[in-house]
């Protein structure tokens, strides 16, 4: 079964870390970019990070540039995002994906189930 299943998301004050896990499986992940996106309550999807297929090239929104981090590891088929100097405006459903292209031009993503990050104090 492909699977995305993303942990490490909780209750944090502001100012503080926090790293979220993403682990893949049924799909090969070196295949794949993979990226981070939130979405706030009430509020649309926010694309925040993306790291190539072999982590050479890594890409933040301004928005967390300087405080999060995105890294892979292809052998335990995973991918991460430390998360420091949390806002609260960082709170959020975090989601990640993997995506690729096939030979013949096709697209094909997968996408995790979520995890909750609230900063609050």
């Known amino acids: 079964e492909v699977q995305l299943v993303e942990s490490g998301g909780g209750l944090v004050q502001p100012g503080g870390s926090l790293r979220l896990s993403c682990a893949a499986s049924?799909?090969?992940?070196?295949?794949?970019?993979m990226s981070w996106v939130r979405q706030a309550p009430g509020k649309g999807l926010e694309w925040v990070s993306a790291?190539?297929?072999?982590?050479?090239?890594?890409y933040y929104a301004e928005s967390i540039k300087g405080r999060f981090t995105i890294s892979r590891d292809n052998v335990e088929n995973s991918v991460y995002l430390q998360m420091n100097s949390l806002k609260s405006e960082d709170t959020a459903v975090y989601y990640c994906y993997a995506e690729t292209w096939t030979p013949d031009g096709g697209y094909v993503e997968v996408w995790g189930q979520g995890t909750l990050v609230t900063v609050s104090s």
């Open positions: 049924g799909f090969t992940f070196d295949d794949y970019a």
């Open positions: 790291i190539s297929w072999n982590g050479g090239s890594t």
